[in-house]
């Protein structure tokens, strides 16, 4: 069985506080892979205020700048996603409501989160793969903002935890800071995350 894994189609990524160029155009392509799946999974970043990734909170740093942390380097995002703030919501156009669970992620503010799986300090686990289990699904397909963090370590993750993990490439929106598109296009075949189109689904 399979479940589509819709990350992260919120405000804040679609011209809020952290927008991502061009992640508006892809919400008709994921609206309409979600009309394709019996099992759609949405996550939603939702942080606290005071969030330990968020440069506003350390004196003298500025966003993409980086810090180091107990569990690594953490870049330092603009404040986003806040909880309780519409730059939280879902997009109005997302087909959000055919979603049977929400993971919201980076809620505890000493760890950021982009994965659906685990959070950043790779110990604390969403209950997302207990999830997929319990309902007899073992492959997953992964759609959604941003393709080189949230999306990436999604689906790299899927894949650590046993699951086949296939990302629809022209349904994901990039940062790409520095070359991580690449990296992380580069990381997830490491792994054996596959790629495709939305035609290769759509077209069946």
Not at 26 to 31: A, L
Request: proline residues 2%; glycine residues 8%; charged residues 20%.
């Amino acid at each position: 069985m399979k479940a589509l894994l819709v990350v992260d189609v919120q405000n804040g990524f679609i011209g809020g506080n952290l927008a991502v160029a061009g992640a508006n155009n892809i919400i008709p392509t994921v609206n309409r892979l979600i009309d394709e799946f019996d099992t759609v999974i949405l996550t939603q970043d939702y942080h606290p205020k005071d969030h330990i990734s968020f440069y506003q909170n350390h004196d003298g740093k500025k966003p993409f700048d980086t810090i180091e942390l107990p569990y690594g380097t953490q870049v330092l995002w603009n404040a986003h996603c806040i909880q309780g703030t519409t730059d939280a919501d879902f997009h109005a156009n997302l087909k959000a409501d055919k979603a049977e669970l929400i993971i919201r992620k980076g809620f505890h503010q000493d760890i950021d989160s982009y994965s659906a799986f685990m959070e950043a300090d790779r110990a604390t686990r969403t209950g997302l793969a207990g999830y997929l289990r319990e309902r007899g699904i073992d492959t997953v397909y992964v759609v959604g903002i941003a393709t080189d963090f949230c999306v990436a370590w999604t689906a790299m993750d899927a894949v650590a935890f046993g699951f086949d993990c296939t990302v629809i490439t022209d349904a994901t929106a990039p940062i790409d800071i520095d070359g991580s598109l690449d990296k992380a296009m580069a990381d997830m075949a490491e792994v054996g995350v596959k790629f495709i189109t939305s035609k290769d689904i759509l077209n069946q």
